[in-house]
């Protein structure tokens, strides 16, 4: 069974700085997608990035970029010149295509923007 | 934009009662599904549907049911509500052989004394 492991609870980040949060991931399939979720107070999530694992090229939108390593299975997310409204829960997830679709989420990582 | 509409964004209820959650989608989607989310554990999967009347368990199934009689509308069910169950329930649909991840509602949270 495929399992997402996010180990950072917490992060914290000056506005304007750079930060990165980190993810891993267990699967022996070599075709499936990953995401990057931000879940702000107001609760609505929302998709930040996403990654193909049979493309090599990372992803970027804007200022959030990833880090995917496919041998060591790692996806991390790199938030350039953080901004408040960057403070929520932030959610790696993985999905196997072709079979039940499912999501399957990290426990996440809460990150604060400070001023 | 696709919608997802959860009827409830906070809700309280006594241990034993039947509780309904209900959920709507606003663009054809054929697949939906129900989280629960707990700090520390993430997002865990209840139950998702297919198409209309279809239903599969996800990890997490045990005291829940779920119907989904037409395709706009998937209703999570808590046959008889114990304290455990508090948490915030989570609402997604998405296209079948999507894979731009889900769209999801803005989350019931549950409170069950």
């Known amino acids: 069974a495929q399992t997402v492991t996010q180990s950072q609870p917490e992060m914290s980040v000056q506005e304007a700085e750079t930060v990165t949060l980190s993810c891993t991931y267990d699967t022996s399939e070599s075709n499936y997608y990953l995401f990057w979720y931000k879940q702000p107070p107001s609760r609505q999530m929302i998709l930040v990035i996403r990654q193909e694992a049979y493309k090599q090229q990372n992803a970027t939108e804007n200022r959030f970029s990833v880090n995917f390593q496919k041998a060591a299975k790692s996806f991390s997310l790199k938030i350039s010149d953080s901004q408040l409204g960057d403070t929520a829960m932030y959610f790696c997830a993985f999905m196997k295509p072709y079979n039940t679709d499912k999501l399957i989420f990290g426990t996440g990582t809460r990150l604060q923007v400070f001023p | 934009d696709v919608k997802v509409t959860q009827s409830s964004r906070y809700l309280v209820k006594r241990t034993g009662e039947k509780v309904f959650l209900e959920c709507v989608q606003d663009m054809d989607h054929e697949n939906m599904f129900w989280y629960r989310q707990d700090p520390g554990l993430g997002l865990r999967l209840i139950y998702f549907s297919y198409d209309v009347k279809m239903k599969e368990k996800g990890d997490i199934p045990e005291g829940y049911s779920v119907s989904r009689e037409k395709k706009e509308r998937f209703s999570l069910i808590l046959e008889s509500a114990s304290t455990n169950q508090t948490s915030m329930y989570l609402c997604?649909?998405?296209?079948?052989?999507?894979?731009?991840?889900?769209?999801f509602g803005s989350g019931t949270r549950l409170t069950v004394v």
């Open positions: 997604a649909s998405r296209t079948s052989g999507s894979y731009y991840g889900y769209t």
